[in-house]
């Protein structure tokens, strides 16, 4: 008698759990903390950020807070911060409980679209008017201006230039794809001597590598416009030759079993200790080579483009991977608030001095002196941003979760030689077209 | 007058609990129903009847994640009774003391969760398996993770990790309830240990088993923290278990009509399965 009534005292709410988790799985979101601590006093006017970069939460939280100090309109504004790609999974969930916040980081176009009934004109708003060229078109819906651009990013290959000079490389002299593959096999006959493992680092376990890489490739399909990939339809492969040959020659001198290299092995141990002469990768990871080697951004790091439209002309993609909308569901103090706080942020003295210092952002904004600007690899893309030497942020604007989904597996499919390439374009171009 | 102050006492202990069932669960099932008939993704939503159910059936991927997850769970839950129960076995022997630090220690990564055990062993998978074939040259330690089979098998390895210790505390409960006496009238007509085993303790432990079976079953079904930390799908979506591919066309697609239909045919599954085995398993229970 005595175990049957354990059990049953056991299995019921074991099945009660087993029926609401199961039923529920789709429907599960990461949960939030700290978002409603403000709410000092009656007045004060409440302004949630909504923040996908981690990495950036502090210094965005010390503006704040300066921000607040000098407000006239006893601002409060706050930052919310959920990153590590759920981001956006948790900023549907703020939306879908009606705890909206009032300003969001965004991930192009796609994501915009998703929110722009939410979202207001941005256009009126003093920092649209001193932003880049181009750069706005990332947060334009229908010839709307919905977004603030949040920064430029760029990336491309990033290499040791103390290695390159060892192996008795000039990395200026590389001016087209068959020089890059001279300087690979340089670099590779002298493995033992550099002290390398293998020439490149290149992360094939990380989902957003394979998406970044792919838009050396995709960018001159889409005619390098952020608005052209937008509206695509479909996605040829126009460019798939120059990927694949790449793709070969980075997986052939690339560290071992290249599937499972990801991000923190590639960067912060191979590439940072000199173990890598190579890796694709962008200037966010300027902070964490500076937290490891204080010197490595400064004297050793520098950029290659990648010759993906043709074997001579070699480009590196830059954009905004991040842009600010401001909801416009809120009270009108709040939206208003909400703009003043971008404004102050990007125009004033002490929120440039911010984000060129402590964020160590590339302004997306002209009259900044590329001097100011901290690293060189930072300097050279913001140089080239400028003078529109650079191809776009394409990938940001791909169907959703067609990377994750498509390109990541097949890409990595291929580099395991499970398929060929024509299997790999096929596959994705079908998935392209059906999920846009 | 007695009748009804009882009633009121039931009602009153009762419907607290019914009130956060409703809302919890079966609210959110309904919900997830009406969703799984609609194209929503996430802000508007359309009626659209069957469709996502149709369009499930031609999912190579879906079909693709609901086998994986099949076979896993098939494995995962005969491994991790057998070594539950051999673990079980083992600490119950009269050893002194040290039994209660091994049951300890085998319970120990069912305390650790599943995102950290995740790195853990990947970490273990990726730098010290391959320092390993390195230092030995056996090729059997080369490139775990990195393909199919290794990825199916590393899921396995840390599940059952996690889990055979919580199993095993099942099994000891279960084990320390037989009553000594009947172990002892065996001895004497003349069973030895292994006969004492097979049909003495193993027809009692039927409700440790019922118990047992549908915990592994239905957490195998389930899991998702380990399959993300471990591989996150890679290779290829090879190793994408049932409840991520749900998770990732909800919130990476935003196809939140589609992914619910998928949760409820997941859902009916694992019902249908969980229920039948506990069905199965319950006619074999034997009551003293």
Known sequence: MKKSMLFSLLAVPLALYGCGTGGNEGGQTPSEDGQNEGGTSGEAVTVDFFNQKPEITAQLEELAEMYNEQSENNADVMITTVGSGEGSAALQARFSSGDEPALMMLNGLPEIERYSDSLVDVSEMEVAGTVIDGLLEGGTINGTQLGIPLNIEGFGLMYNKELFEQAGVDPDSIESYDDFVDAVETLDSQKEELGIEEVFGFSGGENYIANQFSANFTSPEFNHSILDAYSAEELTWEYGDQMQKYTDLINEYNVQPILTVDYSRSVEELFVNDQVAMVHQGVWIVPTLNEIDPDFAQEKLGILPVYGESDTEGKIPAGSPWYIGVNGNLDEAVVAEAQNFIDWMYTSEEGQEMILGDLAFIPAQEGYDPEDISDPVSRQIYEAMLAGETSAFVHNQYPSGWFQQELYPEFQSYLNGEQSWEAFEENTSQAFSEMR | ?288
């Open chain 2, 1 to 288: 007058m007695k009748g009804k102050k009882k009633n009121l006492y039931y009602w009153a202990f009762v419907i607290p609990s019914l009130l956060v069932v409703f809302f919890v669960i079966v609210l959110p099932l309904i919900l997830g129903i009406g969703t799984s008939l609609t194209n929503s993704d996430g802000h508007n939503a359309v009626f659209i009847g069957l469709n996502n159910y149709i369009r499930l059936l031609s999912d190579d991927q879906f079909i693709y994640s609901l086998w994986f997850t099949i076979r896993f769970a098939f494995v995962a839950v005969i491994l991790i009774n057998v070594i539950g129960l051999g673990l079980a076995l083992l600490v119950t022997q009269k050893i002194g003391k040290v039994s209660l630090f091994f049951r300890t220690i085998f319970f120990m990564p069912n305390l650790i969760g599943g995102i950290i055990l995740g790195f853990i062993w990947q970490f273990i998978f990726v730098r010290a398996f391959a320092g390993i074939a390195e230092a030995t040259g056996l090729s059997f330690f080369n490139a775990w993770l990195a393909d199919t089979t290794t990825g199916f098998w590393g899921l396995v390895i840390v599940f059952l990790w996690q889990m055979s210790g919580y199993i095993m505390i099942i099994y000891i409960s279960f084990l320390a309830n037989i009553p000594g006496e009947l172990i002892e009238a065996g001895k004497i007509d003349g069973a030895n240990k292994w006969q004492a085993f097979w049909l003495i303790k193993f027809p009692m432990l039927a409700p440790a088993f019922t118990v047992s079976l549908f915990l592994t079953l239905a957490n195998a079904f389930k899991i998702y923290d380990l399959n993300l930390a471990l591989t996150n799908g890679a290779p290829f979506g090879s190793t994408e278990m049932i409840a991520m591919n749900i998770y990732n066309t909800a919130f990476f697609q935003y196809q939140q009509g589609y992914a619910q239909s998928k949760a409820v045919v997941f859902f009916l599954i694992v019902a249908v399965i969980s229920l039948t085995q506990v069905f199965i398993t319950r006619r074999k229970e034997v009551d003293l």
